[in-house]
């Protein structure tokens, strides 16, 4: 299926060698809403900046990338270049998810430091990419001194070994408790809170339970595998699979071969055996749970312990936001199936994921027969066009649109009406109160954003990758947007639209 849901912008490559900025806000109003250009501040005069390095905080407040002179580096942090450095390293900088910090990794006089909110930390020969704790007030990483890695946790020393599992370590969801898979003497041992466990060949990555409370992981010793929950074993098995905690973090099931069959393990008691089983998946309740399963060479779904029918092969599932309804994707042959409510869709060549409304009452899904592709809401086909993306419901469920392309032109589909023309078309969001949709539309190479098929007089050449259309209120959206300056580098900028109400 071919989808502009996100495209990115591929005159960045080659052209940012340097990045220039707007020198002030700009306002353009039209008849029905208010267009405001807010840039970021502008480059540092006699540095050159790289445009790899540009990061954007979450809430699309801050910027920051990295800048070179003389050989030497520093990190421009909103408009202000900070110490210089002898270099910084290449993952760097990285902004917490409250957007409120930012930290980078600078090398100077033979070491290297992390360096947080504009503090340094202490020094080390070698220094991972540091992580933050989901509620932004922690930072992990690894310094590495001699032959010694060291875990380095809030700037304090949690322990060193002689090597760490490649991105096995982090916080728990609560951000209270972390977790490391350390080498020593080439086994695997798993550190959480400080205190080491057992010893294994090997281990997977852990898992905290969804109150922070329980951690699990399986790992081997000779030739047979354990379920390991808070540091206590379970029994041995020829091999174990996906583990999961149930959403109120009081069970654990977890896959387990015996001979060449495998089971689900729930709280000691043995499931049916199949010759192969897919990843539980629990309802947005947590009451009820779904699981594909083989048998021979047919799949099939088991939902609240009841199997339905065999297919050659299952995809995506999900539920509905009520939990009431379930739907997947299934094959059989060369033809394609949506099953929804255990009942499946016409055959297609191919289907997309079902998509359910967020009041759960409606379910489409894009497919395509042939050379035609279209979207069939509540089991109803709809116009068919060259290509469609997968459809996008309103917050209260009551509209669905999506991307559509014909006659060598893509347009939005809206309550099955088209919109304006474009040679591209992305990124669509509706407004939090279901009565604006916005998307960005290109024509002769440059990008505006369009509100209810009208778009604002701002034009761009491009925007960032991911940049996401965000409703800040029902009546006021927000995206960041790029420029070409007249120096052929990047101008940034912050866009907003305001809608009369």
């Not at 501040?41 to 002179?69: C, L, R």
């Not at 050989?71 to 902004?95: H, L, Q, R, S, W």
């Not at 539980?280 to 083989?294: E, M, W, Y």
């Not at 949506?338 to 060549?349: C, F, P, T």
């Amino acid at each position: 299926m071919k989808s502009k849901m996100h495209i990115a912008g591929k005159m960045i490559t080659g052209m940012l060698a340097c990045i220039v900025f707007f020198a002030s806000a700009v306002i353009a109003d039209s008849a029905d809403f208010k267009e405001t250009v807010m840039p970021f501040p502008p480059p540092i005069e006699g540095w050159t900046s790289y445009a790899a390095s540009i990061k954007f905080s979450n809430d699309k407040q801050h910027m920051a990338y990295v800048v070179a002179k003389d050989k030497k580096m520093a990190v421009v942090y909103d408009g202000k270049i900070g110490p210089v450095y002898d270099a910084i390293a290449k993952d760097t900088p990285v902004f917490s998810p409250d957007s409120k910090r930012m930290v980078y990794t600078a090398f100077k006089s033979g070491k290297w430091r992390v360096v947080v909110d504009g503090r340094e930390l202490t020094p080390s020969e070698g220094i991972s990419t540091p992580g933050f704790s989901p509620d932004s007030s922690r930072i992990l990483y690894v310094g590495k001194n001699g032959a010694n890695q060291c875990l380095v946790i809030d700037g304090r020393e949690q322990g060193c070994f002689d090597g760490f599992g490649k991105d096995l370590m982090g916080f728990s969801k609560d951000s209270k408790r972390w977790v490391a898979v350390v080498v020593k003497e080439k086994q695997q041992i798993v550190v959480v809170d400080g205190q080491a466990g057992a010893a294994y060949e090997k281990v997977t990555p852990p898992l905290f339970s969804h109150d922070s409370r329980h951690i699990a992981y399986t790992a081997k010793r000779g030739e047979k595998w354990v379920m390991v929950t808070d540091g206590r074993e379970g029994p041995a098995h020829d091999g174990t699979g996906i583990f999961i905690f149930t959403p109120d973090s009081k069970h654990l099931l977890y896959a387990f071969k015996k001979g060449d069959k495998w089971r689900m393990m729930t709280d000691g008691k043995e499931g049916p055996a199949y010759d192969g089983l897919g990843i539980p998946v629990f309802s947005p309740d947590g009451k009820r749970l779904s699981q594909a399963a083989l048998r021979g060479e047919k799949w099939l779904m088991i939902i609240d312990g009841r199997e339905e029918a065999l297919w050659d092969e299952l995809f995506v599932m999900n539920y509905s936001p009520d939990s009431r309804r379930v739907a997947y994707n299934a094959r059989k042959g060369k033809q394609r199936f949506v099953v929804v409510d255990g009942q499946a869709s016409k055959a297609y060549d191919v289907a997309s994921r079902a998509v359910f409304s967020p009041d759960s009452r409606r379910v489409a899904f894009a497919a395509q027969r042939g050379d035609k592709w279209f979207v069939v809401l509540d089991g109803k086909e709809e116009k068919a066009y060259k290509a469609v993306s997968e459809p996008l419901f309103s917050p209260d469920g009551k509209h669905m649109a999506y991307l559509a392309q014909k006659e060598g032109i893509w347009l939005m589909v809206a309550d099955g009406k088209e919109g304006p023309a474009y040679a591209n078309v992305a990124n669509p969001a509706w407004s939090p109160d279901s009565r604006h949709l916005a998307y960005w539309g290109e024509q002769s190479g440059l990008w505006h954003v369009c509100v209810d098929g009208q778009p604002g007089k701002n034009a761009f050449n491009w925007f960032p990758q991911n940049a996401s259309i965000e409703f800040a209120a029902p009546n006021r959206l927000r995206v960041l947007a790029m420029k070409q300056g007249s120096a052929g580098g990047a101008e940034f900028s912050r866009y907003e639209i305001e809608i009369p109400r």
